[in-house]
């Protein structure tokens, strides 16, 4: 039966490259693994040099020192690297940052290991910050959609969007992600993101001018004179039956390709103003 020695761990430890610093880390991991293998399915004088618990539990060490290097590397901390070697592999990318995030008790240093990840993944401050906030509203694919953000976001700012509104055009795209891709009617969202603007730049607080965002969209989709009296409910200032109105030409130019007709304008003003 072969048996785990310091010289096998050292010959073992020797073949990954790294530096000497991270040998007890290394020797400690070998140990473990070896101990809780034997305890499951004990070696015997039959097992085969493969299936040793003593060169699995080897491999194991491998694989474990290479992910807790790259981590301590990136700036980590003794408990975040451990955390993200020990479950690498096993949980995808969310579940395996998240348990990593979870295992350090004081808060801010949980935030410090949380951004030194983060911005191990980007330089990019849109994509940072998107990450952060998805990745704390518990979002499953904080990585793919803060990339699909940024993305979205640059391609607003190119086009001559002001910030605001690339950043509520960015948002409402990003709720329409899942793992297939993200699907999204441009028109809508653009409207979408053009109340918003309007909203801010009117006094309203984010969480207002996303609702009224909804409205609008909302409207875009179901039909404005149809949506009229429900919007009204909520949004009855002359600035935004004004507003509406706008809207309400935009969409007809988008789908027609032509303006509004005064008879059709004046058929929703009538109703707005009634």
């Given at each position: 039966?072969?048996?785990?020695?310091?010289?096998?761990?050292?010959?073992?430890?020797?073949?990954?490259?790294?530096?000497?610093?991270?040998?007890?880390?290394?020797?400690?991991?070998?140990?473990?693994?070896?101990?809780?293998?034997?305890?499951?399915?004990?070696?015997?004088?039959?097992?085969?040099?493969?299936?040793?618990?003593?060169?699995?539990?080897?491999?194991?060490?491998?694989?474990?020192?290479?992910?807790?290097?790259?981590?301590?590397?990136?700036?980590?901390?003794?408990?975040?690297?451990?955390?993200?070697?020990?479950?690498?592999?096993?949980?995808?990318?969310?579940?395996?940052?998240?348990?990593?995030?979870?295992?350090?008790?004081?808060?801010?240093?949980?935030e410090k290991e949380l951004d030194i990840y983060i911005n191990s993944l980007s330089e990019d401050p849109i994509f940072r910050e998107?990450?952060?906030?998805?990745?704390?509203?518990?979002?499953?694919?904080?990585?793919?959609?803060?990339?699909?953000?940024?993305?979205?976001?640059?391609?607003?700012?190119?086009?001559?969007?002001?910030?605001?509104?690339?950043?509520?055009?960015a948002n409402e795209a990003n709720n329409y992600f899942d793992e297939r891709g993200t699907h999204y009617n441009e028109h809508f969202?653009?409207?979408?993101?053009?109340?918003?603007?309007?909203?801010?730049?009117?006094?309203?607080?984010?969480?207002?001018?996303?609702?009224?965002?909804?409205?609008?969209?909302?409207?875009?989709?179901?039909?404005?004179?149809?949506?009229?009296?429900?919007?009204?409910?909520?949004?009855?200032?002359?600035?935004?039956?004004?507003?509406?109105?706008?809207?309400?030409?935009?969409?007809?130019?988008?789908?027609?390709?032509?303006?509004?007709?005064?008879?059709?304008?004046?058929?929703?003003?009538?109703?707005?103003?009634?």
């Amino acid at each position: 039966m072969i048996q785990l020695t310091d010289e096998l761990i050292r010959t073992a430890f020797a073949k990954t490259g790294f530096d000497e610093k991270y040998f007890p880390v290394y020797e400690g991991k070998v140990k473990q693994a070896c101990n809780e293998l034997q305890e499951d399915v004990p070696d015997d004088d039959e097992t085969t040099e493969q299936e040793s618990n003593v060169f699995s539990s080897i491999r194991r060490a491998n694989d474990y020192i290479a992910y807790y290097v790259e981590e301590i590397e990136k700036g980590h901390g003794d408990t975040w690297a451990a955390s993200i070697a020990e479950n690498r592999g096993i949980e995808d990318e969310f579940y395996t940052v998240e348990e990593a995030y979870n295992s350090i008790e004081n808060e801010d240093e949980r935030e410090k290991e949380l951004d030194i990840y983060i911005n191990s993944l980007s330089e990019d401050p849109i994509f940072r910050e998107r990450y952060k906030s998805l990745f704390h509203d518990f979002d499953l694919h904080p990585q793919e959609k803060a990339s699909e953000y940024c993305e979205i976001f640059h391609r607003c700012i190119n086009a001559g969007k002001s910030t605001i509104c690339s950043h509520a055009f960015a948002n409402e795209a990003n709720n329409y992600f899942d793992e297939r891709g993200t699907h999204y009617n441009e028109h809508f969202v653009d409207i979408h993101a053009e109340a918003v603007e309007q909203a801010i730049e009117h006094g309203m607080d984010d969480d207002q001018a996303y609702s009224f965002g909804d409205s609008c969209s909302e409207a875009c989709e179901q039909g404005f004179l149809l949506m009229a009296n429900n919007y009204l409910k909520n949004y009855h200032e002359d600035r935004q039956k004004a507003f509406y109105l706008y809207l309400y030409g935009k969409d007809y130019l988008h789908r027609h390709n032509r303006e509004v007709p005064e008879c059709e304008l004046n058929d929703l003003r009538r109703e707005l103003y009634k």
